[in-house]
């Protein structure tokens, strides 16, 4: 049987993609005014995807702020980062190929169905 999708996580695998990663985390990070985070220590939590990797993000973060603070929203901030990070559909006509990266599995799933 033939395949009719085919699909690479880039991230670490293929190609070196933290500082890119990085980006989106702070881009996320920045809709809701945190500061930016340094490249290091975002290298550091990548993996296991973007929800992991804004999870302990997060843990950090919210350690460090007053007490009392609102809680910053994981998922939202989960959403944010996957918008900037995302992913490529590039389109053939025998074989649909999805480029994903940051554990972009919603995305993925989007254009193999």
Do not use: C, K, Q
């Amino acid at each position: 049987m033939p395949y009719t999708h085919l699909s690479f996580d880039l991230d670490g695998t293929l190609v070196d993609t933290a500082e890119e990663i990085a980006a989106a985390v702070n881009g996320a990070l920045g809709e809701f005014g945190v500061a930016p985070r340094p490249l290091e220590e975002i290298t550091m939590l990548i993996g296991g995807g973007a929800h992991e990797l804004m999870r302990r993000l997060l843990e950090r973060i919210e350690s460090e702020r007053p007490p009392g603070s609102v809680p910053l929203p994981l998922a939202v901030l989960v959403a944010a980062l996957l918008s900037l990070a995302g992913g490529a559909l590039i389109p053939n006509e025998r074989l649909s190929l999805a480029v994903t990266m940051t554990g972009s599995i919603l995305f993925a799933t989007a254009i193999m169905l």
